[in-house]
């Protein structure tokens, strides 16, 4: 079973063919549908909140006239509280339709995917990882800087207990020349996998005080909120103090782009929104869709 659990099932000719995929129903979204999927069913099945992820995937489905059954919290409303095991869950759900999309703060679900017999998209595992953010992600920095090597890529917050950081940091590895920056400088990563990315020379760890020096070098500069839900708050001091403020728009490089996974919380100030480099409310967020489009539809043509 074709399931997407990691972005580590991802390569750049993969990605390639996904992207012109997701580029030409970008072109044709508004048009409405080029596929029909009248009786085909995906099951959003979510364990922690969500608002963009579960809605893009929603829409994406109702955009290919498929049907959508959601759970938005299987933790407390899904026999998961009887103490149902992942494995009878998805053994279950996999008879009442097409594509499972699964999101819970259990990071070992994915193992239990197998037992599905229809496909099972990963819409986050606890902190681990989070593909289709990073697919998104990435196809947000292709279509506005115009390539995915030869970048200097900034992320800024709580990068120990991030998935979309997790992900987003494996499919940049997969290309050229790509400098990463990371701050606050003392975070540690959470797994050897996330290790084998990182240590390596193309990494510079900053202090939040030194980030200003480093702003006007980057292309990307990419946020993530504290993930207060995920560890006892004794270092929240330490990841909080630095905010993105408008004084911060004259120093960044005119073609660069601010990307957040969303929700914000205080790393980014409302006063910068409408700069033309902050991307995230819309075009980030449109660029979800499209691309989910696209792999649903990549999944439920198998
Ligand atoms: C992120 C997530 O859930 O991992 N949001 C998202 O899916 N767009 C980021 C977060 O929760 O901080």
Redesign the pocket.
Known sequence: MNHILSVNQFDQDRIEKLFNKTTIIERNFHKGSLFLYPNRIMISFFGEP?T??RFSFERAMYWLNGKVISESNSNLSSSLKKGESFKDTFKTLSQYGDLIVCRHNDEKWIDYAEYSSIPIINA?NGSQE?PT?SLLDLYTIKKELGRLNNLKVMFIGDLKY???FNSLIKLLNLYENNEIYTAPAEITWRNDDIKYYLDNDNLTRINLKEIENYLSEMDVIYF??I?KERFDSNNIESLSNFQLMKKHLEILKEHSIILH???RNDEISEGIDDDKRAIYHEKQIKNGIYIRVAIIQELLDE
């Open positions: 969500s963009r992820t986050g989070h953010q991030s998935r979309t993530t909120r993930q996974a969303l929700p």
